[in-house]
């Protein structure tokens, strides 16, 4: 996948069903497009770099709807969250271990601790580029870190020190480490489920804040962005606004005698 914009002939209105989104992901959606068929059409295999968990939305959208099958995602892990997807010849099936990423384990001393942010800094301060980096999980005294191949060998062999802690670096990936998100819940009522009362329920702002950050950043609601304070948000579904965390939509526990929502949300921290 290269950093510069590939040209194609499909117009930008194409993806209009997709809402606001940015040139960027015009961009890369028209890329994948014409990857999958290239893929398909001339016998040959492609690779992406890492997506975040709204590309990979994004993506899969437009290739359902150009009905386009021939892709897959893989992020290292089993329940990664950012993801490489893989476009491959017709009958044929990516296997998990041909993808482009590299598991890189770092180990240093319990007493340290060390966090995601320490992590992507130090490598994002060696100008590697975000999408080279996968998920990071950080662990007592061990992280696992995931990264393209063509960075592997610079992350492995540079990287000494994380911030102040002195760390070492191997290839492989400690199973040990646990993967679960820690969450914590927040219950309370809301007068409907509209995205605007559900974000202020989640933030403590009063609703017109709330609506108000909605229409200026955006929020995220099962990865794609909607700039409507009166978007429902569904029970189950994500939902984040840029700067403020990431939440679910947990569950409905009943209705006030004042006819307001009993709801639970849980945010990740």
């Known amino acids: 996948m290269k950093r510069t914009a590939i040209i194609s002939d499909m117009p930008q209105e194409r993806f209009s069903y997709l809402g606001n989104i940015s040139d960027e992901d ?7 497009v ?3 068929k290239a893929a398909w059409e001339k016998n040959y295999t492609k690779y992406s770099f890492f997506l975040d968990e709204r590309q ?20 290292g892990y089993d329940s990664a969250d950012r993801k490489v997807i893989g476009f491959f010849p017709q009958g044929k099936v990516l296997q998990e271990d ?36 996968g998920d990071i999980i950080v662990g007592e005294g061990k992280t696992n870190v995931l990264v393209y191949e063509t960075v592997a060998q610079r992350v492995l062999y540079e990287v000494k020190k994380i911030g102040r802690v002195g760390v070492e670096a191997s290839i492989g990936f400690d199973s040990s ?11 309370g009522t809301v007068s409907s489920l ?16 709330a609506a108000l950050c909605i229409k200026t950043h955006g929020i995220c609601i099962d990865h794609l962005i909607s700039y409507k304070p009166d978007e429902k948000i569904l029970q189950g579904q994500a939902f984040s606004v840029k700067g403020y965390g990431k939440y679910i939509f947990k569950s409905i526990n009943g209705v006030s005698k004042k006819d307001r929502i009993h709801i639970t949300l849980c945010k990740f921290i």
């Open 26 to 32: 015009k961009i890369l959606l028209k890329n994948v």
């Open 194 to 209: 509209r995205a605007d009362c559900v974000f202020s329920l989640a933030t403590r702002l009063s609703r017109d804040k």
């Open 177 to 187: 480490i646990s993967c679960e998100c820690k969450l914590s819940e927040i219950s």
């Open 34 to 36: 014409s990857w999958a």
């Open 56 to 75: 990979q939305k994004l993506c899969e959208v437009v290739l359902r709807s150009e009905k386009l099958d021939n892709y897959s995602f893989w992020g």
């Open 98 to 133: 041909v993808y482009p990423i590299k598991p890189i384990c770092f180990t240093y001393r319990t007493a340290d601790k060390l966090s995601h942010r320490d992590f992507l800094g130090s490598l994002m301060s060696m100008r590697i580029e975000r999408d080279c980096v």
